[in-house]
Structures are given as C-alpha cells and as structure tokens.
C-alpha cells in the first residue's frame, strides 16, 4: 500500500482480555518496528523485525506481550489479559534498509 | 536519562516567531533525525541530518548537528498555527543496533 496501515485504529477492552493489534508495512519495506506511547510521553521500543532474521524482542514489557510478522509482511501485536497500564497507542513503522522510517497512524488502547 | 531528550518540554510562541528545539544525546552516531507527531498519532520524517554535517535546511526548518556537545537543534522559522505538534528527536544506541530511539518530545504551540 502507500503508506502503513494499522487496525483497529481504537480498541476499548476490558481488563482481563486478549488484544490482537495490526500492522501492514509499506509493501517491499523488509523492517518493521513496533513502538508503544503512552498519553503525553515518548516512544517505548516494543520489538523489530528484519528480513528473516530473529526479532529483537529486547523491548517487550513482559510475557503478556508477543508479536509476529507473518511472510515477511503483515504483523500482529498480540496483548495477553491486558492491565490498565497497557493503555498507551500502539505505533507500528517501517523502513527499506535505511534509518527513516514511515510511520502508521497508531492504534489507541484503552483497558476499562 | 534517556538518549536524545529534547529540551524544553513544551514552547508556546505566536505565529510568525521562531520556534527553537533542542535535542541531546549520549553515544556516537550515524545521524540524527527529527520528526513530527499531530494529535497523538503517528510521526512524520522531517529531516535527517549526518554526523558529518554541521547543518541542513529543508524549506523553513534548519537543523544542525555539534557531535562535540552530542546535541542538536531544529528552528522553525516563520511558524504558522499548523507547526503546531510534538517534535521527537531520534538516534540509534549504538551503530551496530538497528532501532531509533526517540526523546520524550518538544510539545510546540503556535498562538494565532
């Protein structure tokens, strides 16, 4: 596609339930990152995939946190028993190789 | 702290002044990027400036880069109500590590 595109672009769930976020790269973009945002603070590092290498997994918060990016394509961000601290947007972006990066437009996580 | 933190946290000026950000940082880098973020959502690719560079203009931003200090800094020149946004610098840790690393982000007001 054009640009990067993330859904649900709002997700309200209820403490306790499992949340699929997802993120469809810049088509032939062999980098994608996912970053978390909490209101009004900078971008926590989640994980970053490349190519068909391991991921780097070194920012994910805890167990309840997995993620996984399909044909070298679409990723899913999978939030296991969400915790009210896990409200934040969900940003994913990519590259191709280089250090810029396109962004999607984020997916608002709100656990009521 | 964290690598790039951008200073002050937030600026509010009238339209047609200028608006100065400041980013420093802790290690040696490639390059350094600025990038933009309305509404909470997804960032916008500014500009990217080489730490061989001492600066760069792209239309009405100018950036430059001291790596003796490890700092930098975005102007904004002839702001308009629609700079309006948060502004994250952003570096990788280390020149072998792959993923940015965005400060926690110059909240800009442009007062009509």
């Given at each position: 596609g054009a640009g990067v595109s993330q859904s649900p672009s709002n997700k309200v769930t209820e403490k306790g339930k499992d949340v699929e976020l997802r993120c469809d790269p810049i088509s032939g973009h062999t980098a994608l990152y996912w970053y978390r945002q909490s209101l009004g603070q900078g971008l926590e590092f989640l994980i970053y995939f490349q190519g068909n290498s391991a991921p780097d997994k070194s920012g994910l918060p805890s167990d309840r946190f997995s993620a996984e990016r399909t044909g070298g394509s679409v990723s899913t961000l999978t939030i296991q028993r969400t915790q009210q601290e896990d409200s934040a947007v969900y940003l994913c972006a990519s590259s191709l190789g280089s250090d810029i990066y396109t962004f999607g437009s984020g997916t608002r996580l709100t656990v009521v | 702290s964290q690598q790039g933190e951008e200073d002050p946290q937030a600026l509010s000026i009238q339209e047609g002044e200028n608006a100065t950000m400041n980013c420093s940082y802790k290690t040696s880098i490639n390059n350094l990027q600025w990038y933009r973020q309305n509404s909470g959502r997804g960032l916008v690719h500014l500009i990217l400036i080489r730490s061989n560079e001492r600066e760069k203009h792209s239309g009405r931003l100018r950036v430059t880069l001291d790596t003796s200090k490890k700092s930098s800094s975005l102007l904004i020149t002839?702001?308009?109500?629609?700079?309006?946004a948060s502004y994250f610098c952003a570096t990788r840790?280390?020149?072998?590590?792959?993923k940015l690393v965005f400060g926690q982000g110059t909240r800009l007001t442009i007062n009509p």
């Open positions: - | 002839a702001s308009r109500a629609a700079d309006t840790l280390n020149q072998g590590a792959q």
